[in-house]
């Protein structure tokens, strides 16, 4: 009888809160000001846009970008030079790619 509870527990623990983003219009409204560079050896975080909310990451990348500022965990601006960003970020094509080059930039997404 222990085990299934134990188990559904442990389940429960393992899903993670979706990295949930908004992109707003002025950067006095970010909590995270991007560049968004050229070349991946260039970036701080690779980003792979994900479809649905269920299928965002914590942290790691995976990014759903939300209809509303209400529902997102992170507000970002896309600032138009490097030297302005706090984080810089390169879209890749596949989910497999996405991830953390600089792990010193991870706090920004806490």
């Known amino acids: 009888m222990k085990t299934p509870l ?11 809160n979706a990295q949930k983003i908004f992109s707003v219009d002025y950067e006095s409204q970010a909590d995270v000001k991007v560049f968004v560079v050229k070349y991946e050896s260039q970036a701080d975080l690779k980003v792979f ?4 909310e269920s ?19 992170k507000k970002i601006y896309f600032v138009q030079y490097e030297s302005q960003a706090n984080v810089k970020i390169f879209f890749v094509d596949y989910e497999s790619q996405a991830g953390w080059k600089n792990n010193a930039k991870k706090h920004f997404f806490y």
């Open 6 to 16: 134990f188990l559904a527990i442990l389940l429960i623990s393992m899903q993670t």
């Open 49 to 52: 846009k994900v479809k649905y």
């Open 55 to 73: 299928q965002a990451g914590d942290n790691n990348g995976k990014w759903f970008f939300t209809q509303y500022q209400s529902q997102a965990k």
